[in-house]
């Protein structure tokens, strides 16, 4: 068989499968089949090697060309042009066909004419004529839909690194670029982002579907859910009531799903018919690579075509999908749009260099999107060492799947390293030792005020290992099987439940996993991570790292660590296998001076010192400390820095050193000077001038005294010293002479400074200017003096001035043991200044004047109030007691919202409403 023969013998078994017809010329039926392809039609130009007819119609060309033409395969296109648009024999003038393909059986090429600057590209197999059939009845293609102008982005739900990737890879498909790469940190909202694209594709480019590969199992359980809770900007209802989302879980592929969610693993075995063993799917991709497989070819699937998917977005695209799983991506004529935060050089490779989101670990700390992290090292002489165990010593034996033991002597010398412990060997008073250890810095060092075990995260070696850890974790914490758990494929506890306790509730406490949550999964509380295996990976080893930087605000810490008193700031890794020294990760800590108070490495950059541990470690208290404050200290420092926030000055400081920027400023600067300049050229002197002037510029700011005291000062506010070393005793009970002094002074000091600011401070200027203002006192005016009074070197509390005068004027205060509200501010303002006798909470002082009133209005039959009426003004009063004031804008409250909200009100009072709302207003609380 000659070359070309054995061409078109491959590319007509192909044609076969997809469906097709093969005819000759002479023999033509084309009412045989609804799609036909014919040998050596003639054309004005020649006899086309296959013409391709659809219901009748002719709508394509095949060029064959034998195999060793393969590598010159894309010289033959512009005989495939001139065949399609010459007329055919009986056919006469018409216009081109749009459907183009070279092939030499083993490659094939297509290229669809309609598209915008139509681009040839390779295939696995030939296109079903249904399918051809179906692009001919649309109105445009695809890539056309792609490249023109898709609507602009709602960015409201939205950060900028999402706004960023959406918009990159928008751009990128607009181009008919077949791949692109955004690269995003964990915890940076990957997968929203990725789903906010599917909508847009699906909705606007009318994509007609999608596959998601996920890496394992639960990772697509979890992917799952996110799609069926997301909400577009543009929609009310959720993603799954307008569109069909699958989690395969079989061979078959629904057709009404517009989503498919699937692990490559799963897809590997449907193509290349080879069974999918059990645990596949629940292993990840980074360790199974490393287990012996024989590779099968993937194969053509007339149930599953390539044309099944039109993009094919990858979830963690690390680097297990450039082996024997790569050609499940190789399989499908889709667009592929990777999502990874650990890429390596063959990730950027594998997709074209086409890097459509670049958002960094670093800037996502700098942002507060994730948080930093410390390392705290473990270490004991085993570890380090190894140890021997001499021959004729009697020890337990323990089969490694079974874990059944016997008792027996050693038959020889066996010495063992760090390395192997707990493969090989294993020493329960190593892992002792290194809970121990860990359980003592948490509770001692790194969170020393916390009541229960800050959630916990245990990487082990193996499944076996795991159990160890966990029967070791029980008796050393001194709790039940409750307290912590193992989460592996191989535990007797459903995962899936496990780790949604972990994630919710308050036990367990600790989990120990093998590889099931070292990536993708998402447990924002966690606060430890403890390495007690070694990862040669680089890129998984900061997958592994990636579960302990997510953020999280303080109700959601405190769900599930009810003593944490603010947001997750920070999460800490136990090192105690020497993982963080093993590896050079992509990021490391932000931390790098970390017993240098702040306020000295404040001073450091002010007088000069500009290295990048210093800076960074700046840069990393001050995006901490931004998360600490409250907004009205926050508010202080952007005063004195001219608006600048604290975080935003922690971010300059990272961005002044990123590399990058650096040569782009060293290029900017030799081109202005008219010097030619690549990055390659540049020398270290224009280098060290660039990051110069970056870091002049972004430490400029920490010149100023007031600015590096104002930091100081919003940090000692929100910080307490924990004297441990002083101990106390008790050697009085009651009130002295000194704490009467005390309790004067400050009402002596309260006293002086309302009087020094009734005219610049609002609240007391309404109490100051008679007759009462016309305007009601509102809550903002009360929080902004109880703010000022906070301050040194008042510091002053509601609290402290009640407790002040019931130790002075104690037949006048009453209601000194009640719980004190901010509201109570107003009360001591009005005694404090003479209008009042007693000192009442704000809140009786309210209820009586409230009855006073209403008496009023109801001795006068003309404003008498019915039942229902007052059951409203009851609650209106209670509001204002809370609140110094009501307006309509209240009735949202869930108080009165329940009850029917402002619509029911004014059913009930009608226009006089708001009348009646400035009346109580002026009455209750003036």
């Not at 081109?96 to 681009?119: H, K, N, Q, W």
């Not at 799954?240 to 879980?249: G, P």
């Not at 604290?646 to 081109?671: F, H, M, S, W, Y």
Request: aromatic share 8%; glycine share 6%.
């Amino acid at each position: 068989m000659t070359p070309e023969a054995k061409a078109r013998q491959d590319i007509e078994q192909r044609l076969i499968e997809a469906g097709w017809v093969i005819q000759d010329y002479q023999d033509i039926d084309l009412g045989a089949a609804r799609g036909v392809a014919v040998r050596e039609y003639p054309t004005a130009t020649g006899p086309a090697d296959y013409v391709l007819f659809i219901d009748r119609a002719p709508v394509g060309i095949i060029e064959a060309k034998r195999a060793e033409s393969g590598e010159n395969i894309t010289v033959a296109e512009d005989q495939t042009l001139r065949y399609a648009t010459a007329p055919l024999k009986w056919r006469g003038l018409m216009t081109p066909l749009p459907f183009l393909f070279e092939s030499t059986g083993a490659i094939i090429r297509f290229t669809d004419a309609r598209d915008p600057a139509p681009r040839s590209r390779e295939v696995f197999h030939f296109f079903r004529p249904e399918q051809l059939a179906h692009w001919l009845a649309a109105p445009d293609t695809l890539r056309r839909r792609l490249a023109s102008t898709l609507p602009a982005l709602p960015t409201a739900r939205l950060r900028e690194c999402q706004v960023a990737a959406v918009g990159g890879l928008e751009r990128s498909l607009a181009h008919n670029r077949p791949r692109a790469l955004a690269h995003m940190a964990t915890g940076s909202g990957k997968t929203f982002t990725a789903i906010t694209a599917v909508y847009r594709l699906l909705k606007f480019a009318r994509a007609r579907r999608i596959l998601f590969l996920v890496d394992t199992r639960n990772l697509g359980t979890q992917a799952h859910q996110e799609f069926m809770a997301y909400t577009p900007p543009d929609d009310a209802r959720k993603f799954t009531e307008l569109y069909n989302v699958q989690r395969l879980s079989s061979s078959t592929i629904d057709p009404q799903a517009q989503v498919v969610i699937s692990t490559i693993q799963r897809l590997y075995s449907v193509l290349s018919g080879e069974p999918l063993d059990a645990s596949a799917e629940d292993i990840s991709l980074n360790e199974l690579q490393q287990m012996p497989q024989q590779a099968k070819r993937v194969r053509y699937n007339a149930a599953v075509p390539i044309e099944t998917f039109d993009f094919i977005i990858i979830d963690e695209c690390h680097r297990s999908i450039y082996n024997v799983w790569k050609q499940v991506l190789d399989y499908f004529d889709a667009f592929l749009i990777g999502l990874t935060a650990t890429p390596d050089k063959r990730t950027f490779g594998f997709f074209n260099e086409n890097i459509v989101a670049e958002y960094t670990y670093e800037q996502s700390v700098a942002d507060g999107v994730n948080v930093g992290y410390d390392v705290y090292e473990i270490e004991t002489e085993v570890t380090k060492k190894g140890a021997e165990l001499k021959a004729k010593e009697w020890v337990d034996h323990r089969e490694r799947q079974t874990r059944k033991r016997r008792w027996a002597q050693t038959e020889e010398d066996q010495a063992y390293t760090g390395k192997e412990l707990d493969r090989s060997v294993v020493n329960p008073s190593q892992i002792r030792r290194v809970i121990e250890a860990m359980k003592t810095a948490v509770e001692t060092q790194i969170f020393p005020n916390r009541k229960e075990t800050p959630k916990t995260l245990i990487f082990a070696k193996t499944d076996s290992h795991a159990d160890d850890i966990i029967q070791c974790l029980r008796e050393v914490y001194a709790q039940g099987n409750a307290f912590c758990k193992k989460v592996t494929y191989k535990a007797e506890d459903d995962p899936d439940s496990t780790l949604a306790s972990f994630r919710n509730d308050h036990y367990p406490r600790i989990a120990v996993t093998v590889d099931m949550i070292a990536t993708g999964t998402d447990v924002k509380p966690l606060e430890i991570l403890l390495f007690m295996r070694d990862v040669r990976s680089r890129g998984y080893y900061e997958q592994m790292k990636g579960r302990g930087v997510r953020s999280l605000d303080c109700d959601g810490l405190k769900r599930v660590s009810n003593s944490a008193d603010s947001a997750k700031t920070r999460f800490v890794l136990i090192d105690a296998v020497g993982v963080e020294r093993s590896l050079k990760t992509d990021s490391r800590p932000l931390e790098r001076k970390p017993g240098i108070p702040l306020k000295d490495l404040l001073q450091g950059v002010a007088i000069g010192h500009r290295d990048d541990d210093t800076l960074l470690s700046l840069a990393n208290r001050l995006v901490r400390l931004a998360k600490q404050l409250d907004d009205k200290a926050r508010a202080r420092v952007e005063t004195v820095s001219g608006g600048v926030s604290v975080a935003d000055l922690g971010k300059g400081l990272i961005a002044a050193l990123n590399p990058d920027r650096i040569i782009e400023d060293a290029l900017a600067t030799a081109e202005a000077r008219g010097i030619t300049r690549s990055e390659d050229t540049l020398t270290a002197g224009e280098i060290a001038a660039a990051r110069a002037a970056r870091v002049a510029a972004a430490c400029t700011p920490f010149d100023r005294p007031e600015l590096r005291e104002a930091i100081e000062s919003a940090r000692r506010e929100h910080e307490q010293l924990i004297d441990h070393i002083n101990l106390d005793q008790v050697t009085f009970a009651g009130y002295g002479e000194q704490a009467e002094a005390q309790a004067r002074k400050a009402i002596q000091g309260f006293a002086d400074y309302i009087a020094q600011h009734k005219d610049e401070i609002a609240a007391l200027a309404f109490f100051y200017q008679q007759p009462y203002q016309r305007r009601a006192l509102t809550f903002e005016m009360i929080e902004e003096l109880h703010d000022r009074l906070g301050r040194p070197p008042l510091m002053l509390t509601t609290e402290r001035l009640w407790s002040a005068y019931a130790r002075v004027k104690t037949s006048q205060v009453k209601g000194a043991d009640a719980r004190r509200q901010l509201t109570d501010l107003i009360a001591l303002v009005r005694f404090a200044i003479g209008l009042d006798s007693e000192l009442r909470p704000f809140r009786e002082q309210v209820d009586k004047r409230f009855q006073e009133w209403i008496f009023r209005h109801n001795a006068q039959r003309a404003t008498a109030f019915t039942p229902e009426q007052t059951d409203w003004l009851r609650l209106m009063k209670e509001h204002i007691a809370a609140s110094c004031s009501i307006g309509r804008g209240d009735f949202d409250y869930a108080e009165f919202a329940d009850k029917g909200g402002l619509q029911k009100v004014w059913g009930v009072f009608g226009p006089a409403l708001d009348g009646l709302m400035d009346e109580m207003n002026r009455e209750l609380v003036a």
